[in-house]
Structure formats: C-alpha cells, structure tokens
Antibody, heavy 119, light 109 residues
C-alpha cells in the first residue's frame, strides 16, 4: 500500500519561499510510470493542480503559477519536494502530494498540510 | 489550456435518489477524465478513471460515461455516505498537464 505524507512549515511570511516535502512509503519514486504531484486547495475552494515530476526529473507545472514553482526528487530518501517562491496571502491553502498514474488520475494522496502565508 | 466546466455547483438530494453531475471539456481529451469524492477535512478519493472505469473498491452505484466532450458521473441510489463534494479532473498527455472542475457539493435534502 503506497502512502504519502507531506511535511513542512505551516506558516510562511509574504515574499518568502514555501517549501514542502512529500515522503513516499510502500513504493519507489524511482520506478517509472508515475508522476509525483502537488495539488492545493484554497480554504473552502476547489482543487488546483500545481505540478508534477517524473522519476527521470522531467517536471511540468500549472502555467498560472508562472515560474514560481520548483519540484525536485530525492531518490535516496524516496521523497519529492515543492518550492513556491514569492508567496502572498493568495498562496494560503492546504497542500497535497499525490501520485499520478498512467491512466491520468491521482490514486494515492497525502493527508494534506495547511500552509498559511502571513507576517 | 484545457478548461473543465462542471455543473451543477451544488445539488440537494435524498437518500435513494439518482444524481447526475456533468463536466464539459473545452476541447477533446479522449477519455482521460477522472472523478473524485472529497469529504470535509479529507483528501480526495478517486472513484472513476478513464471516464468510465470504476476504481477498485468503489461501489457499483457510481458510474461514469462520456459523450463527445461531455462527461457524466451518475450515482444511482444515494447512500448517506455519498454526501460530499465531487470533482472531475482531465488529463492530457502532450504536454502532460491536468486540471480540475470547479466541484459539485452534494447535500442532503
């Protein structure tokens, strides 16, 4: 059974960089076929895809976030990470990590972590 | 970018009712459409993938279908545990991007 767990600061100051890590257990991020993904949900709102990374290191992200997003892999720790730069209050959200499958759906999700942007 | 228009935004229904939720894609996406159920404070759970394939362990009262760029999730006989918010999600291969519909909140009448 694959499990994902987000970790990182729950409070980030405006203009700083939000950094989150997702630890994967029960499966290897180095095996092909899956994209390792970040999705967020603003309070009381819908789901927004942020981006994902393939085991090869190829990344894709939501164009609406422009160049603020960096997603990386740490295969030695079976983790992947999200960095979102120049945050504002509009980046306050629950951030989820998830696995994107070859049938283009997200089958395993972390529990989500609330990140608040505030001074 | 491919946009997903989901409707209705909310629906009230009773236990035993049949409910239909629709997503329309702004352009062709083949059958790369998934449906999720989300309960308050929880991560979404995939119900249907590839437009009409039922995820393992999901009750058969959930059904997905496709007609052109319109996709439908039907719950045939609502159970108390089905009251939640539902999202569609499209996937695209080239480039590998995705997006979600706006969500439908299913409430008890």
């Amino acid at each position: 059974q694959v499990q994902l767990q987000e970790s990182g600061p729950g409070l980030v100051k405006p203009s700083q960089t939000l950094s989150l890590t997702c630890t994967v257990s029960g499966g290897s991020i180095s095996s092909g076929g899956y994209y390792w993904s970040w999705i967020r949900q603003h309070p009381g709102k819908g789901l927004e895809w942020i981006g994902y990374i393939y085991y090869s290191g190829s990344t894709y992200h939501n164009p609406s976030l422009k160049s603020r997003v960096t997603i990386s892999l740490d295969k030695s720790k079976n983790q992947f990470s999200l960095k979102l730069s120049s945050v504002t209050a509009a980046d306050t959200a629950v951030y989820y990590c998830a696995r994107y499958t070859p049938t283009l759906d997200f089958d395993y999700w972390g529990q989500g972590t609330l990140v608040t942007v505030s001074s | 970018d491919i946009q997903m228009t989901q409707s209705p935004s909310s629906v009230s229904a009773s236990v035993g009712d049949r409910v239909t939720i629709t997503c329309r894609a702004s352009q062709g996406i083949s059958s790369w459409l998934a449906w999720y159920q989300q309960k308050p404070g929880k991560a979404p759970k995939v119900l249907i993938y590839a437009a009409s394939s039922l995820k393992s362990g999901v009750p058969s009262r959930f059904n997905g279908s496709k007609s052109g760029t319109d996709f439908t999730l039907t719950i045939s006989s609502l159970q108390p545990e089905d009251f939640a918010t539902y999202y569609c999600q499209q996937g695209n291969n080239f480039p590998p991007m995705c997006s979600f519909g706006q969500g439908t909140k299913l409430e008890i009448k």
